[in-house]
């Protein structure tokens, strides 16, 4: 064989490879719980709940490509507690741009590791059913007639995940959340004293569905 022939070879073998390649768009839904540890603001307060689980939906769109791909990805989470006669209510939504690489397993199973620019806000509502109750400690100074205490926060940062595909589209990712930004805590109706800038870390487990994959050359 002359390097004439070899040379077409390969030529025959990279388009045959360029020709059945393909990008594949998924779109998954599922519920997820991430677990945040206590923020210094809670415990220095009386009267905020502190709820470190929140259970929530997400949504995902990836497009794979040769073994690698990109997402973007919504979350909404929450949760409350209540104490005596004051509840709180806790909402963490956020954004996430990510890519990744996806291993090919064995039985149509398959093992994505990704990285993402998340963004993030968080909500803590505190709320009482006596009107002479009030919300108070180091750093927080609240008494007025709304009976309603808003303080939240904004966050970036990145994130990380390790996810398998399991029979029938059912994927399951443990995900960790890192906090960059550590912005302090503002408020709507209420005063702030000296307000911490408390991480928003998470690590939560989550379960999704893929409800559509769409195959392009």
Known sequence: MN????????????????????????????????????????????????????????IDAQMEYEGLFGRLGFVSRFNNSSGSNLKSSYLNNGLSFGFGKTFRLKDNMSLDIGLAYIFRTMNINTSASNPQNSVSGNQISFYDGVNLLNIYKYSHGLGADIGLKLVDELYITLFYELDLSKSRWQSLNGKLINSPKDPLNFLGLKIQYSIARIFEK
């Open 3 to 58: 390097l004439r022939h070899l040379f077409i070879i390969i030529l025959s073998v990279f388009a045959t490879q360029h020709t059945h390649s393909q990008s594949v768009t998924n779109l998954r839904i599922g519920t997820e719980m991430g677990y945040h540890s206590d923020f210094s603001i809670v415990n220095s307060s009386e009267g905020i709940q502190n709820v470190p689980y929140l259970f929530g939906f997400n």
